[in-house]
Structures are given as structure tokens and as C-alpha cells.
């Protein structure tokens, strides 16, 4: 089975800090892992896809990386802004159809 | 990216009475889409898996009854909670994938909140 676990399950930083946030699963056969941030009584908002066979995504401010024989991901964030202030998640599927997410991390920036 | 609406955002009815939440994907198709129900604090907990054309498959749990999903069109995806209840009142969030099933990217719809009187 599956275990999913991000670390730390929350932060607070300063604006402007350069962060980390920390996504580790068990199996390593996956096929991706993505990550999502979700805002408070908002859905997900896909952030970054890293299918198997890759070792990093970035978009903007973003970059993921992913090892998948250590099982664990990375996000990190440069240069964070007040407007990073949300709950990251990160999801892996276990079959075609169904996912594994972890329980998140609570960003806050303070301005 | 690829773009999922949710409605309504929120409703509030009475115990008793039947609710229909709509999730479309509105720039691509989907097969396949997922319900999610997510308590508060929580992480998401799915609830089904709606496919277009056939019956959907219910997790653990899920009362199918309760619970009516219809996936009519590769846009479209219903949940009806029919004869709501207090304890039905949460947060619904639908999903849809982008791609192939062991490639593709989940979008996700903005939200519907219950609140059942």
C-alpha cells in the first residue's frame, strides 16, 4: 500500500525566503507525481507534473524534482510572496485510476 | 492548463431534499472523472469514480444510493446526494483527467460546498 507523507505540515516564513517543501512515498513504482496547491474553501489548482522518467519540472517560481528511488519529491519555491500563503499538496497514482495524497503543508508568507 | 468548472460553489438545503452538483471540463474531454469529498482539515478522500457511458465505481464505504454519479458526456459529470442529511453536509470537489490514464495530469473543479439544515 501507498503511504504518502509531507513534511513539515506547516511553515511560515518571511517574504522573499527561498523555501522547501518535502513529498515522500513508499513505492516507487509510479507513474508521476504531481503537485497541487489549494487555497482555503477552494479546489486543487495543478501546480507541476513530473512524469516517471523525469528528474525536475519547473513553471515560473516553481520547480519539482522527483527521485523515485529514494520515494521522495521536492518543491521548492523561490523568492516566496504573501500570495504563496496555501496548502500544498502532493498526489501519486496508484492505479490508472485512483491517488494517494499526502495530508499537505500549510504555507504561510508573511509580507 | 486545462480547466474544470464546479456548480454551484456552494448550497444550503434542507434535510430531506436532493442535491445535483455538476462538473464539466470545459477545453478537454474526459473519460474518466473523480469525485472527491474532503472534511475540514482534511486531505481529499475519494469518493468515486464517474466513467462516461457506464456505471460508476464507488469506494469503500460510498453509498451508491446516497451518492448518484452520472458521467452522461465526455464533459460532463453529475453527483445528486439524494435525500440529504446534516451529516452529508461537507465539501465536494470533482477531478478530471488530461491524457492518458498512466501519463495524464488531474485538473481539479473549484469546489461545491453543502450545507445541509
Known amino acids: 500500500k501507498q503511504e504518502v507523507t509531507q513534511i513539515p505540515a506547516a511553515l511560515s516564513v518571511p517574504e522573499g525566503e527561498n523555501l522547501v517543501l518535502n513529498c515522500s512515498f513508499t513505492d516507487s513504482a509510479i507513474y508521476n507525481l504531481q503537485w497541487f496547491r489549494q487555497d482555503p474553501g477552494k479546489g486543487l489548482t495543478s501546480l507541476l507534473l513530473?512524469?516517471?522518467?523525469?528528474r525536475e519540472q519547473t513553471s515560473g517560481r516553481l520547480n519539482a524534482s522527483l527521485d523515485k528511488s529514494s520515494g521522495r519529491s521536492t518543491l521548492y519555491i523561490a523568492a516566496s510572496q504573501p500570495g504563496d500563503s496555501a496548502t500544498y499538496l502532493c498526489a501519486v497514482p496508484r492505479n490508472f485510476n485512483k491517488f494517494y495524497f499526502g495530508s499537505g503543508t500549510k504555507l504561510n508568507v508573511k509580507p | 492548463g486545462a480547466v474544470v468548472s464546479q456548480h454551484p460553489s456552494w448550497v444550503i438545503c434542507k434535510s430531506g431534499t436532493s442535491v445535483k452538483i455538476e462538473c464539466r471540463s470545459l477545453d478537454f474531454q474526459a473519460t474518466t472523472m473523480f469525485w472527491y469529498r474532503q472534511f475540514p482539515k482534511q486531505s481529499l478522500m475519494l469518493m468515486a469514480t464517474s466513467n462516461e457511458g457506464s456505471k460508476a465505481t464507488y469506494e469503500q464505504g460510498v453509498e451508491k444510493d446516497k451518492f448518484l454519479i452520472n458521467h452522461a458526456s465526455l464533459t460532463l459529470s453529475t453527483l445528486t446526494v439524494t435525500s440529504a442529511h446534516p451529516e452529508d453536509s461537507s465539501f465536494y470537489i470533482c477531478?478530471?483527467?488530461?491524457?492518458?490514464?498512466?501519463?495524464?495530469?488531474?485538473?481539479f473543479g473549484e469546489g461545491s460546498r453543502l450545507t445541509v439544515l
Open positions: 477531478s478530471a483527467r488530461l491524457g492518458r490514464a498512466d501519463t495524464g495530469e488531474l485538473f
Open positions: 513530473i512524469q516517471s522518467s523525469q
